[in-house]
């Protein structure tokens, strides 16, 4: 047998209490655009942000047109050459990987600009919210402005961000606290820098949280987000808590959900796997919440709790990470700790078996099985290490 072992990166999220504890509402990585995590995929995309999300014009490569340009944005892994891309050696998501992740990569011109917006729906007045994002450039007067999602009163804005010559990522995030009548926002991120001299940004990693209390879940025993069945065994034993902090009330209900897609920005992906009925949970008090599932489907699963059963429809909710359930093929075993591929026996049809008496070999020789004059048959070649 082989073994391989599965790794998870780690997005070096946590800056904050709401980033650390809080319920992901959205995050935009770029990571998608033209199968970004594929470490053969482009360096730069050829798929642009959905019209009307940014004032940038699109470029799929450095120089010309590119980046040099004023005005223009890339969806960039990084590991380019030439000014500036080499300002954004890799992305923020997958650090010192450059194969890996995509960054929004811009370059700003004489007018103001924006860089990034998102609508965020179902949302309930007076909750706490957490915006933040990454960044790493040089100059650049940067903002984060809310709006009302009915309205399109501007709610808040915060900066500006100059960002001289800091060519590392770096964190920027903000509070905000949702007002009466308010249960959706947009949020825009503008670069009212209108010099030549640097603004010259990447971004990474914008995320919105929901400020909770954690919901701690391991499957199977462990908080691994990626879990591996196959086809003998499904069994999936999910367990879930979740301290009570009061801020949906005393009375909570939670649901274990199920999803084909991951999306965490839909309500309308998401099936009720199993329900806790409502029940009285003191501040601090500890609400548990456990599953086993014999014969679990592959997809994405997440724990939600809140008050009662419109948590269904909204987000007024804390939630759990999202956990990948993935059915292995046949030949692939798991223990729950790594992943063990079991070859099967190959018969390299090799007629003759090595004669000592008519041949020799250096005693530290090593061996090489293949069919390496493309016969049909199977050749042993010995080699000397020297």
């Known amino acids: 047998t082989m073994l391989l072992c599965h790794f998870t990166s780690s997005r070096l999220l946590a800056q904050n209490v709401c980033v650390e504890n809080g319920t992901l509402l959205f ?8 199968d970004g995590l594929n470490s053969s995929s482009p360096i730069y995309a050829t798929t642009p942000l959905s019209s009307g999300m940014t004032t940038y014009t699109f470029v799929k490569q450095y120089p010309s047109p590119g980046l040099i340009d004023p005005g223009v944005y890339a969806l960039y892994k990084g590991g380019g050459t030439g000014w500036p891309v080499t300002k954004f050696h890799d992305d923020h998501t997958y650090p010192n990987d450059i194969t890996k992740g995509r960054m929004l990569a811009t370059n700003g011109k004489s007018t103001p600009d924006l860089v990034y917006k998102q609508d965020i729906t179902d949302l309930c007045s007076g909750t706490e919210l957490y915006f933040s994002f990454w960044m790493r450039g040089d100059n650049g007067l940067v903002y984060w402005k809310i709006y009302s999602g009915t309205s399109s009163t501007l709610l808040a804005t915060f900066g500006p ?12 995030g903000y509070d905000f606290t949702l007002p009466a009548g308010e249960t959706s926002i947009r949020f825009e991120i503008w670069n009212d820098d209108t010099s030549f001299g640097g603004n010259d940004l990447a971004y990474d990693d914008i ?55 991951g999306d965490i920005t839909s309500l309308t992906d998401w099936t009720v796997v199993d329900t806790k009925s409502p029940a009285s949970y003191h501040n601090s008090s500890t609400l548990n919440h456990n ?16 008050n009662g059963s419109s948590i269904l429809t909204n987000k007024c909710r804390a ?61 042993v070649v010995t080699y000397n290490p020297d």
């Open 27 to 34: 995050i935009e990585t770029f990571d998608s655009y033209n």
């Open 161 to 172: 961000i100059s960002n001289p010559g800091n060519t590392a990522w770096k964190f920027y």
């Open 207 to 261: 995320a919105v949280h929901l400020c909770t209390n954690k919901v701690n879940v391991t499957a199977n025993g462990s908080s691994n987000t990626n879990v591996f069945i196959n086809r003998n065994n499904k069994n999936v034993n999910f367990e879930g808590s979740y301290v009570n902090d009061a801020k949906f009330g005393t009375t909570l209900t939670s649901y274990w959900l199920y999803s084909t897609t």
């Open 291 to 306: 599953v086993s599932l014999a014969t679990s489907e592959p997809g994405y699963y997440r724990l939600v709790i809140g």
């Open 319 to 379: 939630a759990s990470d999202v956990f990948h359930v993935q059915e292995l093929p046949d030949n692939i075993i798991t223990d729950g700790s790594e992943c063990l591929v079991e070859f099967k026996k190959i018969d390299f049809g090799i007629k003759q078996k090595w004669s000592s008496a008519s041949n020799t070999a250096h005693y530290m020789a090593g061996a090489l099985v293949g069919d390496l004059d493309n016969d049909g048959i199977a050749e």
